[in-house]
């Protein structure tokens, strides 16, 4: 019996284009680590600016307790509340934008697993709609008692209906 060795021809061009996309996809992969870093840290950011936005409202509602009769302060802390209100309003809107979107993806659900997926992917996005509209709803009715605007009361109420029966039709 005879041996023969055989070599394969060896192409430098399809090595060094192998070479290339295996540094394309690992500079990818970093891209792709750091954007879901980026949003992770954006998240986190709304998330906080949201229970800060909560806890300044508490401290204006013990300020509010003691000194309700000064007028240079409820009229400071007045435009505190506002711009809480118009931020929880747009958070409002964009978790609305969100959730929806989340369930247009995944309409045809076809078993448990996916729609417990589809679950767990909107359940942080309602937690966080749930305090957006409490804190809209708590900068209204602090809006009405920093103006002493009393009258108002059932307007605002008619709102925080609204909003409620967004939320549940969501």
Do not use: W
């Not at 931020?87 to 369930?103: G, P, S, T």
């Not at 709102?159 to 549940?168: C, L, R, S």
């Amino acid at each position: 019996t005879t041996t023969t060795n055989s070599v394969i021809p060896f192409d430098p061009m399809t090595m060094v284009v192998a070479a290339a996309l295996i540094s394309i996809d690992k500079k990818l992969d970093t891209l792709q680590e750091k954007a879901e870093e980026i949003l992770q840290f954006l998240k986190l950011e709304k998330q906080s600016r949201q229970r800060g936005n909560l806890n300044m409202l508490a401290e204006i509602m013990e300020e509010y307790k003691r000194d309700c009769n000064n007028e240079k302060t409820c009229a400071l802390r007045l435009v505190a509340v506002q711009d809480i209100k118009r931020e929880a309003h747009q958070d409002i809107l964009f978790y609305q934008e969100q959730i929806a979107r989340k369930v247009q993806e995944q309409k045809a659900i076809h078993g448990m697993q996916k729609a417990q997926n589809l679950l767990d992917s909107v359940m942080n996005e309602f937690y966080e709609y749930q305090l957006a509209s409490y804190l809209y709803a708590y900068t209204s009715f602090m809006e009405v008692m920093l103006q002493k605007s009393f009258e108002a009361a059932p307007a605002v109420a008619e709102k925080m209906t609204a909003h409620a029966k967004k939320y549940t039709e969501l």
